[in-house]
Every structure is written in structure tokens, then in C-alpha cells.
């Protein structure tokens, strides 16, 4: 049976006790059936991974103790940055989640021309959140420490204003592209991957792409819906660069 792994958003430290509320009580009992004395592991993001014991649950609380540190080695040397064209329905929390179980550092969701998801104010708060929480029960299940960072929703035109001026390997999936990711340099720093949504890209925003310097390039023959084409280019990425061919 597999240690059940719990992220936490505050500091954690040997020693530490902490009080969980009426949702995670719940879950670790009524879900997971977890007794008083039953062992887990807990981590943040920030402090590493811990070995924990459940102390005390009942039905609206719970409080787990952090016994010792855990040495680990589950994030990918690769820095995988995506910039995902936001789907509709569950397709964007596919994404997400498989993003991150594919060790991908930051995710950035765009908002097209050809999108069929318009989200603006509270609504994309609140997605944001949302797949924030998804990237981190991702994170418990796939044995990662740190959760990738979900930005803010923008519309794509600004994303490229505002994005970091890093150095790196910047690439755009697109159909009619030449080039394969086999073809590629090794990146030296970081690799950014822009993939657009269900319509894929209009001309004019390959135009902005191909203006802020990406690179086109294509995953073979067939046309690929777009959850498909984040997780075969984020795989084939990180068997060629990353720890998936290790």
C-alpha cells in the first residue's frame, strides 16, 4: 500500500504539529480511512518532504505531527514552462494535472482568438484557484514536492508583453511546422512550450508568435486534439532533454 501524500500551504518543520480542518479530516477519514497512529507524508513545496503520523481525527479535525525529513528526487532537472490555449471543460484540468505529473515547472493559461473559453474578473479567479488545486492533488499522487506555479489568465497578446525576458528554448506547436523536437538544441536554461486550444492559432497571433522569437515546430503527421498535444510534447521533451529517458 502506497504512504499517503498530503500538500500543505504553510512551513512545515520536524517536530511541528499540524491541525488540519473539516474538509481534510474528512477526507483522510471518511475517504482514505486513516486512524490515529497511521503514517503519511506531508510537504509544501518549500521545505522539502516530511515522514508524519495522524494523531488525533474526528469527525470536523485532525492533527498530524512531522517526525523527520525525507530525502527525494522526483523534480525534473528540465524547467519546463507551458503556455496552454485554455480548452473547454475538463480538457484544461487534463492538462493541468498531467502537466504537472510530467514534472512541468509553470503554467501559464492563455486566453485566443479561436478559444472557446472566455473567462474575465472573478471567473478566472476563481479557475485559476481552481487548477492551482488540481496541479497540487497532482503533485500528492505523483510523488513531486513542488507544485508548478499557476499564472494569472490573460489573453495571449498580453502574455508576450508581459512575459520574463529569460533566455531560452521558446517553441510553438504548429501543424505545417518543418521542424520536429528531435531536431531541437538541448536547452541550456529553460524550454517554453506554447500549444493553442481546440481552434488552434489565428494567422495573426502566429504572427505575434513568430515575432517574439518562438520557434515552430510539429509532432508528426496526424493532428492532435490539444490536451493530446501538451502531454506528447511535454513527454517527448523530457525523454530527450529531461529524466524520462534516465
Not at 486534439?225 to 529517458?245: N, P
Request: charged share 25%; net charge neutral; glycine share 8%.
Amino acid at each position: 500500500m502506497s504512504l499517503t501524500r498530503l500538500f500543505f500551504d504553510s512551513p512545515l518543520s520536524t517536530g511541528a504539529d499540524i491541525r488540519l480542518d473539516q474538509d481534510r479530516a474528512r477526507y483522510l477519514g471518511r475517504v482514505l480511512r486513516l486512524r490515529s497512529g497511521d503514517t503519511l507524508s506531508v510537504f509544501n513545496g518549500d521545505d522539502g518532504e516530511f515522514h508524519a503520523a495522524l494523531t488525533k481525527i474526528t469527525r470536523d479535525s485532525a492533527v498530524v505531527h512531522v517526525v523527520s525529513s525525507i530525502e527525494t528526487s522526483t523534480e525534473s532537472p528540465l524547467k519546463v514552462h507551458l503556455v496552454q490555449g485554455i480548452s473547454r471543460g475538463e480538457r484544461m484540468d487534463f492538462v493541468v494535472q498531467k502537466a504537472t505529473e510530467l514534472g512541468v515547472k509553470r503554467i501559464s493559461p492563455v486566453l485566443t482568438e479561436y478559444g472557446m473559453v472566455k473567462l474575465k474578473g472573478d471567473r478566472a479567479a476563481k479557475r485559476r484557484d481552481h487548477w492551482q488545486s488540481v496541479a497540487e492533488s497532482a503533485c500528492e499522487q505523483s510523488g513531486r514536492i513542488r507544485p508548478p506555479l499557476i499564472d494569472e489568465v490573460v489573453a495571449l497578446n498580453s502574455w508576450f508583453g508581459n512575459r520574463p525576458r529569460e533566455s531560452g528554448t521558446d517553441l510553438v506547436l504548429r501543424p505545417d511546422a518543418i521542424s520536429s523536437l528531435a531536431t531541437i538544441p538541448t536547452p541550456t536554461t529553460k524550454l517554453c512550450l506554447l500549444i493553442g486550444p481546440e481552434g488552434g492559432f489565428s494567422d495573426s497571433e502566429y504572427e505575434d508568435v513568430q515575432l517574439a522569437g518562438f520557434q515552430p515546430v510539429s509532432l508528426g503527421p496526424r493532428i492532435l486534439r490539444t490536451e493530446t498535444a501538451a502531454v506528447a510534447a511535454i513527454s517527448i521533451a523530457q525523454s530527450l532533454w529531461g529524466d524520462l529517458g534516465a
